[in-house]
């Protein structure tokens, strides 16, 4: 089974407008005309239209942090698929640990983001992993499974293959501690196990799954190495188009 390898840069509540355009424009020169990695950026809403305009015609697709299930309506602060949709967004976010973390993101308000996100067109990367708490307890396994049953709750295969997983510990996030590459490997074995019992193997050995937590250019090739290790979602060295280059195209 080749899964093609994806890496995904969440700027998160990083980058004003010029500060965009200015890294939109280096991970474009330094990767844009990459053709066996897929690639995209993720930055904040209000700089995905001036990022579009960069990634337009490169191999750089553009994404989005979050999305609200609505299609409108009275949601103050919330933005739609529509609206992402008409920037020329075709990926998002969903599920990150901070939202889940900080805003109140649960299991259901994943599953109903991913469902409105495919019913629209957009493809959702969804975000799991657990605390360092949860795996020092012995709950990993309980933890992830639960978070993967509950964002695909009640969804039909086909449109479970048009999402990308990211298998992001929550203690390896923004830590400089990554997860060793068995511990990463394992994990996603893990995902591709629970989704082979909702669905079939094939759904779990196409869908592609990717580590986030704290990915960087040293330690990239041997994460990427491994077996069921399909790509990254990259954080804070996505800010930097040549630490972002490096793991697109490790050493
Ligand atoms: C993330 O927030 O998705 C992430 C992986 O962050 P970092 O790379 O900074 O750990």
């Given at each position: 089974m080749s899964r093609r390898t994806f890496i995904a840069g969440?700027?998160?509540?990083?980058?004003?407008i010029d500060e965009a355009v200015d890294l939109a424009k280096g991970v474009v020169a330094a990767v844009?005309?990459?053709?066996d990695v897929d690639v995209a950026v993720c930055p904040p809403y209000t700089n995905l239209s001036a990022v579009a305009e960069i990634v337009k015609d490169t191999n750089v697709k553009l994404g989005a942090q979050d999305v609200h299930w609505?299609?409108?309506?009275?949601?103050?602060g919330k933005i739609s698929c529509a609206m992402l949709k008409a920037l020329g967004v075709e990926l998002v976010i969903v599920g990150h640990s901070e939202q889940r973390t900080?805003?109140?993101?649960?299991d259901e308000t994943v599953n109903k983001k991913v469902a409105a996100a495919i019913a629209a067109g957009l493809g959702p990367i969804v975000c799991v992993g657990e605390t360092l708490d949860e795996r020092n307890g012995g709950n990993m396994e309980t933890v992830v499974e639960r978070q993967v049953r509950g964002a695909f709750a009640g969804m039909a295969a086909a449109d479970v293959f048009k999402c990308v997983v990211a298998y992001e510990p929550v203690w390896a996030i923004g830590t400089g501690v990554n997860a060793t590459a068995q511990q990463a490997n394992d994990a996603h074995i893990f995902i591709r196990k629970i989704l082979a019992d909702m669905y079939d193997d094939d759904l779990a050995q196409t869908i592609v799954i990717q580590y986030g937590g704290s990915m960087k250019p040293a330690n990239a090739k041997e994460l990427l190495g491994q077996?069921?290790?399909?790509?990254g979602l990259i954080g804070?060295?996505?800010?930097k188009a040549a630490d972002f280059a490096g793991i697109v195209t490790p050493a």
């Open positions: 969440n700027w998160k509540m990083n980058t004003t844009g005309s990459v053709t609505e299609e409108k309506g009275a949601y103050t900080y805003f109140g993101e649960t077996s069921d290790v399909d790509g804070g060295a996505s800010l």
